[in-house]
């Protein structure tokens, strides 16, 4: 098997999903295997709520892919998403002395100090530039412009601590190293929208089984990130509320499920078989369905700032699962007005794999290969011996603090990439270290002043002395020349 290839991993709400490939030299990327999981007793939502079974099960992953491959992993990337991840604007001043030309380092400073901001239960992830304001002028490179005042413009994504940390602990736990994390909404966007889409302002819609994250672009920069708790699954459930199994549910909206029916073409008299024994209204289970889909369109809508509802030349980008449901496009342009709909089934990039999973091209895989696309580090640990033995074959030493010794900057943080704790925790001791000797220095310095000032002090006695003596000296000798 291939000595060299990249490993993904996506948490998702219904399926936790492993995938490995190998990036060739014309850009394509060859899927050599996939690996799936059941997630939904121990994922929520895209959170982590029990943190054994998801490491159990992130273990299981790196294991069956282990035997495919018959090569040791050494570490993975992983996308990080789900509920609560939402987007904040924050301002960053810096005033300049007169005629000041501005600097990247000046530049870095901002970005510094706009990462070392604290918000109350919330870790930032990752903060995507705005823009910058030189003076009264916006720039998106402001370097070598002349002003006396900078404002950098940022977007900063924010998740819970207690998710964040709950995620770098079940990798630890599993005892699989993280090359890198990867923000999956902004990974996702790389991989289906077009420069010319988030150019000229577009909203890109992920329409999952629990949540449906909504990102917006305009002039190629992100402008809103929030994930809605709402998704597909919702529909399921409602289908369900008709007292039915929830596998039943799902397989009635695959199959007679629609986004939006046209009214004439309901049946009143219709009846849709549930089971054997049971039927339903054509006319209710269509009011079921176009219920929640309409709630879900709603809060899309609603999370869409107002001074981009009227930019989306774009158009609104769907994807995920959810977006398969029949006329979908139809119920998004009625609900939004937005006339540009484009379903993206699959990634731009060009894929080749024997997955049926992958070559459905539904975008239910999407994601996964957004974040494995990301990946530019060889995951390949050592092979295992040629009897096939996992459990004899030597593992992988290799943590994420081992990977992360030297934690990278903000300046250095490519969009969507997400430090982990590892990275956090050494640049934290990296900025106590430097606190530490910025004060040792500081009362080096005062030290050394205050034995400066005494040694002029004793000068100053000294001197002081040294007048007083010729001056009594003086008086002396006038005296004896007087009585002479």
């Known amino acids: 098997m291939a000595a060299n290839f990249i490993v993904a991993i996506e948490l998702g709400s219904s399926k936790m999903t492993g995938i490995a490939g190998k990036k060739n030299l014309d850009g394509s990327i ?45 570490h993975v990337y992983v996308g990080v998403g789900g509920q609560s991840i939402r987007s904040v604007k924050n301002v960053i001043v810096k005033n300049l002395p007169a005629d000041t030309i501005v600097t990247q380092e000046m530049v870095n ?188 369109i709603e809060n899309v809508w609603y999370q869409i700032p107002q001074e981009y509802t009227d930019r989306l030349l774009g158009g609104i980008i769907l994807t995920g699962g959810g977006s398969n449901m029949k006329n979908i496009e139809i119920a998004f342009r009625n609900h939004t007005h937005v006339e540009k709909i484009r379903i993206a089934k699959f990634v731009t990039q060009s894929i080749t794999s024997k997955d049926a999973d992958i070559n459905a091209k539904n975008g239910m895989m999407n994601t996964v290969l957004g974040i494995l696309a990301k990946g530019n580090m060889n995951c390949a640990g050592p092979e295992i011996n040629a009897d096939g033995d996992l459990f004899g074959a030597p593992k992988p030493t290799t943590t994420t603090a081992e990977i992360h010794k030297e934690p990278r900057k903000a300046y250095e943080i490519g969009s969507g990439i997400v430090l982990t704790e590892a990275e956090k925790q050494a640049a934290e001791e990296e900025r106590r270290k430097a606190e530490e000797a910025a004060e040792a220095a500081r009362k080096a310095d005062e030290e050394a002043a205050e034995a400066a000032r005494k040694a002029a002090e004793e000068d100053e006695k000294k001197e002081s002395g040294l007048k007083k003596f010729g001056s009594k000296l003086k008086n002396i000798i006038n005296k004896m020349i007087a009585e002479e």
């Open 109 to 296: 400073e901002l970005m510094d100090a706009n990462r070392n901001m604290s918000y109350q239960d919330q870790e930032i992830l990752d903060a995507a530039t705005q823009e910058y304001k030189v003076d009264n002028q916006y720039q998106m490179d402001p370097v070598g412009i002349q002003c006396t005042r900078l404002e950098g413009n940022f977007l900063n994504i924010l998740w819970r601590k207690e998710f964040y940390r709950k995620l770098n602990k079940c990798f630890d736990m599993a005892g699989v190293a993280i090359a890198e994390m990867n923000l999956a909404p902004l990974a996702l966007a790389d991989s289906v929208l077009t420069d010319a889409e988030r150019r000229s302002g577009c909203a890109l819609v992920d329409i999952g089984a629990d949540t449906t994250t909504v990102s917006v672009y305009y002039k190629n920069v992100l402008r809103h990130l929030a994930v809605i708790p709402l998704g597909s699954h919702n529909i399921t459930k409602d289908i369900a509320s008709l007292q039915m199994e929830e596998s039943d549910a799902e397989n009635m909206k695959l199959k007679y499920g629609s986004a939006w029916t046209d009214n004439g073409e309901i049946d009143n008299n219709q009846m849709i078989s549930i089971d054997s024994d049971r039927s339903v209204e054509c006319r209710k289970f269509v009011e079921i369905v176009e219920g929640r889909t309409e709630e879900i």
């Open 30 to 74: 060859s899927v050599l295997a996939v690996v799936k999981e059941d997630s939904s007793t121990f994922i929520r939502k895209g959170v982590i709520y029990n943190i054994d079974k998801t490491a159990q099960c992130i273990s299981n992953i790196v294991k069956k892919l282990t035997s495919i491959l018959k090569t040791n992993i050494s």
